[in-house]
Each structure stands twice: as C-alpha cells, then as structure tokens.
C-alpha cells in the first residue's frame, strides 16, 4: 500500500466531548458514543470547525485503550453535561489520509512499517506507559461520513529519532 502522507505541525488546541476507557472486546460500543458525539454537536456555542468531529485515542492500558470523540472549541466553551476537556499541545504529526473502500487496518500497519524505515518515530509522553507501536492515534472524521466505510485523517504525534 503507497502512502501519500506529510510530516506537519500542528498548534495545540482544546477538546471538548466524551471519553471512552475499554477493553478491545468493548470497542464496539465506541460506535455509539461517536453516534452522540454527532448528535451533540448542536450543543455547542463555540465551536473551531464544526465540520470535523476528532477522534483521539491513548493505549495506556494493555487489554485496551482511551479514546476522546471530541470538537475543537474556543476557551469560552463551558464543558457539556456529561463532557470532559482535553488540551492537546502543539505537536508534529505523520499525516496521512484514510479512503473509504480501504482496509483502516492495513492502513495502521502501513504507517507503522513507515515509522521503522524513516527517520521519525511516535512520540511517547515520558511519564505514561503505552501497549501499542503506535500509542496515539488522532484522527479527524468528516461529518456526514459513511459510518461503515468511512474516510478520515489520521494523524501520529512523532519525533526524530535520536
């Protein structure tokens, strides 16, 4: 599989949305709460692109991970009922796209056998342990995506290697 990708930083930003903490063998119900995210974005006052819902995932756990389906906001937003915030900082990312009709998993491992032969790698925050090659996952999904093909922006936080 060719990549088309690009090394870019980004300025940090804040989240607000739900936050999901499972097993793999409970991922399935991410769906669902995706499915809110979408329906709760009328909610909102003070959205940065209400156009794009983000999808950011942490392994910190080993049978599973952490995943934030959150919208970008200004500062002024107020946190929604049921809704945690999330400041991600500025960071360099790997960015690739991810087309509808494609296997996201053969994606995934695309990117992963990338990272091994380039010059970069994932970035790890020093004081978090991650169960993943690739321990955090952004992504960046279109509203009005088909939900059981979709396409999205996948973004790796990465760093030179030393």
């Known amino acids: 599989m060719k990549l088309n990708y690009e090394i870019v930083t980004?300025?940090?930003?804040?989240?607000?949305?739900?936050?999901?903490?499972?097993?793999?063998?409970?991922?399935?119900?991410?769906?669902d709460m995706i499915?809110?995210?979408?329906?709760?974005?009328?909610?909102?006052?003070?959205?940065?692109?209400?156009?794009?819902?983000?999808?950011?995932?942490?392994?910190?756990?080993?049978?599973?991970?952490?995943?934030?389906?959150?919208?970008e906001v200004g500062e002024e937003q107020r946190i929604l009922?049921?809704?945690?915030?999330?400041y991600v900082p500025e960071m360099t990312y790997f960015l690739t796209h991810h087309k509808a009709g494609e296997n996201i998993a053969q994606t995934?491992?695309?990117i992963s056998k990338w990272l091994k032969e380039s010059e970069y790698e994932p970035f790890l925050d020093?004081?978090?342990?991650?169960?993943d090659p690739l321990p955090i996952k952004h992504e960046?999904?279109?509203i009005g995506?088909?939900?059981?093909?979709?396409h999205f922006?996948?973004?790796i936080p990465v760093v030179k290697k030393k």
């Open 108 to 110: 995934y491992h695309s």
């Open 10 to 31: 980004l300025p940090g930003y804040r989240g607000v949305g739900l936050k999901w903490d499972g097993s793999y063998s409970e991922a399935h119900t991410l769906k």
């Open 145 to 150: 995506r088909d939900l059981k093909d979709p």
């Open 140 to 142: 960046r999904y279109p």
């Open 126 to 131: 020093s004081e978090q342990k991650y169960y």
């Open 81 to 86: 009922e049921g809704m945690v915030e999330i």
């Open 35 to 71: 499915s809110t995210m979408n329906e709760r974005v009328i909610e909102f006052e003070h959205l940065i692109d209400p156009e794009t819902l983000l999808g950011l995932s942490y392994h910190l756990r080993q049978d599973g991970f952490t995943h934030y389906s959150v919208y």
């Open 153 to 155: 922006d996948i973004l």
